[in-house]
């Protein structure tokens, strides 16, 4: 009998930021400083980012460091600011 495959799921944020110059997204994830990546629809970007941040997750397991993670509660919202 095989043994099952268990996988840790982490959740992070990740920022998109649309490129007006060269069209598409930029995407960062900030609780993984370095952790960033692209793609040519939100799609693509967002692919790409999951695949960026499970390679840096696998680069901490390596190297045997902490694996950041998000704080509790994290809230994302708009800002308006008058000037």
Known sequence: MKKPIF???YQ????FEPDDMAGGFTV???SLPGCISEGDTFEDA????QEAASLYIEVMR???????????GVVI????VRV
Request: hydrophobic share 35%; proline share 7%.
């Open 7 to 9: 996988h840790k799921i």
């Open 28 to 30: 960062t994830i900030p």
């Open 12 to 15: 992070y944020t990740a920022v």
């Open 77 to 80: 919202a708009p800002v308006e």
């Open 46 to 49: 967002l692919k790409n980012i």
């Open 62 to 72: 390596e190297k045997k460091q902490d694996i950041l993670s998000e704080g509790k």
